[in-house]
T-cell receptor, first 112, second 115 residues
Framework: DADVTQTPRNRITKTGKRIMLECSQTKGHDRMYWYRQDPGLGLQLIYYSFDVKDINKGEISDGYSVSRQAQAKFSLSLESAIPNQTALYFC???????????FGPGTRLTVL | AQTVTQSQPEMSVQEAETVTLSCTYDTSENNYYLFWYKQPPSRQMILVIRQEAYKQQNATENRFSVNFQKAAKSFSLKISDSQLGDTAMYFCALMIKAAGNKLTFGGGTRVLVKP
């Protein structure tokens, strides 16, 4: 079983709809991250969380919100989706004192 | 703020040959890590190799090696004996330890290995 899972893997939605992307991990890591990847570009950080009560904005947080429901779960929400939020979204985890981030398989989101 | 620049959008290489990908970065921090990630068509992000900034010795992982030039802030990746399965996007990334281990990515280099 994968250590970091994301649901859904693919989603098509319409402008103005609210959508939630979910991330779960079984690695026991405290730190979790949400990244966005636009076509042909690198990943940009949206939000990150060091534990359930510690949530921080990344480089491109406008239009997004997050919820850390438990150590193992970190959700990303688009309150009112717009077409330029069409992208590939990655969740990642990292343990305290570890230098590596472990990525989920990604969610491809299309906003029409 | 940190920046990572990959100046080669695409590169092609013949199977069994060697290819080198360039990466430059900018940071005022001294305690950081550098990474190369591979993203094949499956879109999974796969760690290829890591380098700790305080280590002078260049990291190697099988057919993958880096040339880390700290003063020049350069971190290139060499793929030796290229295989068809190496075809992918490759991303250089910088992690600042004091900044919560957040990763800053370059724009990527697409590598095509030709048979």
């Amino acid at each position: 079983d994968a250590d970091v899972t994301q649901t859904p893997r693919n989603r098509i939605t319409k402008t103005g709809k609210r959508i939630m992307l979910e991330c779960s991990q079984t690695k026991g890591h405290d730190r979790m991250y949400w990244y966005r990847q636009d076509p042909g570009l690198g990943l940009q950080l949206i939000y990150y969380s060091f534990d359930v009560k510690d949530i921080n904005k990344g480089e491109i947080s406008d239009g997004y919100s997050v919820s850390r429901q438990a150590q193992a779960k970190f959700s990303l929400s688009l309150e009112s989706a717009i077409p330029n939020q069409t992208a590939l979204y990655f969740c990642a985890t990292s343990g305290v004192g570890r230098d590596e981030q472990f990525f989920g398989p990604g969610t491809r989101l299309t906003v029409l | 703020a940190q920046t990572v620049t990959q100046s080669q959008p695409e590169m092609s290489v013949q199977e069994a040959e060697t290819v080198t990908l360039s990466c430059t970065y900018d940071t005022s921090e001294n305690n950081y890590y550098l990474f190369w990630y591979k993203q094949p068509p499956s879109r999974q992000m796969i760690l290829v190799i890591r380098q700790e900034a305080y280590k002078q010795q260049n990291a190697t992982e099988n057919r993958f090696s880096v040339n880390f030039q700290k003063a020049a802030k350069s971190f290139s990746l060499k793929i030796s004996d290229s295989q068809l399965g190496d075809t992918a996007m490759y991303f250089c990334a910088l992690m600042i330890k004091a900044a919560g281990n957040k990763l800053t990515f370059g724009g990527g280099t697409r590598v095509l290995v030709k048979p």
